[in-house]
């Protein structure tokens, strides 16, 4: 079979830098066929991506060939890297689409979802308003979203993560290409949704015939999707072979890391795991550090032109927390994970119910007793580059909320102290005077986690703390916070959409869904005998 695509001694350098992101790359896509391009942050998977379209930064150098062969005719081939700019836009969008990682970031926040897929139809068709209009509706009909109708007037921010997600896919199949590119399309979902997005993927691939190349940094999704492989390491390719030659034998060092550094349902890893405490230790026969009686939220939120919804994101919620217990909280987009991390922390105070911090309702405590129990627990977010500010040194950061809770009064000792923290975290002091824009995302992550620590808390609430990071360096941020646990004698509220993370960094697993909680269970138990038909969901999904 000829190939639809192939790349060729590609070399992507970018503007002011002497060390090539892609050196030598060659591969081949074949008709219909999913290609997975793997491996860690910066190992040139997006760049080669964004080469074939021609939309790296200007300065730019790239060299190769990207031969694309529309009519499967090899004495014809179209040179993308070769063409002007004039020329890929022929092809961009209409023959080749790419689906982004972050479908709130490449969607136009302004206009309505509708006009925004019609915009592509406007570019590469000749049809008229109320033929794109049809067409429209029906790539949201085939995308699944519902109500398409009602989906096509709205706009990006009221759609949920999945649903924008299913938009870009309907954007990118507007034109009916022959290759799709989909960049990390699923790294922000929750399990549920990204199993049901991928699933979505290969019904859509038979339907238009589409050949995809699938990037991610993490093996086991690409096991899911694709029929072929290239791991990349370092701008080079290190080893490709079909799916199950690279998942049974896999040849080097560096791709049987990657299979390690994510733990799977089916294969408990070592790698990143705690020490499991007995559920009749000494533990669970004290009373909780934590508890939570009868928790209920309602948060209210703004609808164009309609005035305010008030909405009850949890209910009913009752969880104990033990001194050195890392409890799971796991459920889908919209469970209320974040929202519960987020009212323990008291950023939400409109809540009704109890929160009690040994054994002493918060709502009791007087103002500096209250103050002192806002140290005592700390939230690690999501996003380390969004939650640091860019204008402050990496040491200032890790400073200020010494210098605000006035727990050490000398600038020295306090510098003393912030020194401490970061080879706590594995950073190098020398690094104090860096800002966050000079880090990788797992460097920021340790600032995150440091800035935390600096008040000396009892508890941390890990947001989803790793979802953002490839495999390898979110399994170095997990060791990394299994080794504080012990050292500060850290209790954590572990929340994540990953239950192959949580099955292996937690004692306890609360399910939440729609804010309820419907299941709670030793980890063990839990991920061996589900009883509630939601939890089964999320293990299969998970598998």
């Known amino acids: 079979m000829d190939p639809l695509l192939k790349v060729s001694n590609l070399r992507i350098v970018f503007a002011g830098s002497a060390i090539p992101a892609v050196d030598n790359l060659n591969f081949e896509l074949f008709p219909s066929e999913t290609l997975g391009i793997v491996g860690e942050s910066g190992s040139g998977k997006s760049a080669t991506a964004l080469a074939l379209l021609q939309l790296l930064p200007k300065g730019t150098h790239i060299q190769g060939h990207a031969f694309f062969y529309p009519d499967g005719n090899e004495s014809q081939p179209i040179d ?47 049809l008229s308003a109320s033929e794109r209009k049809n067409r429209v509706i029906k790539l949201f009909e085939e995308v699944q979203l519902p109500q398409p109708e009602q989906i096509y007037r709205r706009y990006p921010f ?148 309609a005035g305010k919804d008030k909405k009850r994101i949890l209910q009913q919620i009752n969880l104990k927390l033990w001194e050195g217990e890392t409890l799971g909280i796991v459920g889908e987009s919209g469970s209320g994970k974040t929202t519960l991390g987020r009212t323990l922390m008291q950023l939400i105070q409109s809540y009704t119910g109890e929160i009690l911090y040994r054994g002493v309702a918060v709502s009791d405590l007087m103002a500096r007793q209250r103050k002192q129990f806002y140290q005592t627990i700390q939230l690690i977010f999501q996003d380390p580059y969004a939650s ?105 509220l572990f929340i994540s959409h990953d239950l192959g993370i949580v099955q292996n960094m937690a004692n306890r697993v609360i399910v939440l869904k729609e804010g309820h909680i419907v299941e709670e269970n030793f980890t063990d138990q839990l991920f061996d005998q589900p009883h509630h038909e939601y939890t089964r969901k999320l293990i299969e999904a998970s598998l």
Not at 84 to 96: E, L, M, N, P, V
Not at 418 to 442: C, T
């Open 158 to 305: 009221q759609l949920s993560g999945g649903q924008r997600q299913r938009v870009m896919i309907a954007m990118a199949l507007a034109s009916q290409p022959r290759i799709l590119i989909a960049d990390e399309p699923t790294t922000a979902l929750d399990v549920t949704t990204q199993q049901e997005i991928l699933a979505l993927l290969r019904q859509l691939q038979l339907q238009y015939s589409l050949s995809i190349i699938f990037i991610s940094h993490d093996l086991r999704l690409i096991e899911r999707i694709a029929n072929r492989v290239i791991v990349m390491q370092k701008g080079r390719l290190v080893e490709q072979g079909n799916i199950p030659e690279i998942f049974l034998h896999p040849q080097t060092e560096y791709t049987r890391h990657l299979l390690a550094c994510r733990p799977s349902l089916n294969d408990r890893s070592k790698h990143g795991q705690t020490t499991v405490l007995s559920q009749s230790g000494p533990h669970y026969h004290k009373d909780p550090l934590l508890e939570i009686r009868n928790l209920e939220v309602d948060l209210t939120t703004s609808r164009m032109f």
């Open 388 to 492: 640091l500010n860019p204008r402050m040194s990496i040491g200032e950061l890790i400073r200020e909320p010494i210098v605000v809770h006035r727990l050490i009064a000398t600038k020295s000792e306090q510098i003393k102290k912030v020194n401490e923290l970061l080879e706590a975290v594995q950073i190098d002091p020398q690094w104090y005077h860096r800002y966050p824009h000079q880090l990788s995302g797992g460097q920021r992550q340790r600032i995150a986690i440091a800035r935390s620590l600096a008040l000396q808390p009892r508890i941390l609430i890990c947001d989803e703390c790793v979802s953002a990071l490839d495999t390898t360096i979110a399994a170095q941020i997990l060791n990394l916070l299994n080794d504080l646990k012990a050292r500060y004698r850290l209790s954590y």
């Open 80 to 126: 993308l890297i070769a063409l002007s700019q004039k020329d890929i836009s022929r092809y961009r969008g209409k023959d080749i689409s790419i689906i982004f990682q972050d479908p709130m970031a490449s969607l136009n926040p302004s206009m309505q979802c509708g006009d925004q897929v019609d915009e592509v139809l406007r570019l590469h068709t000749e």
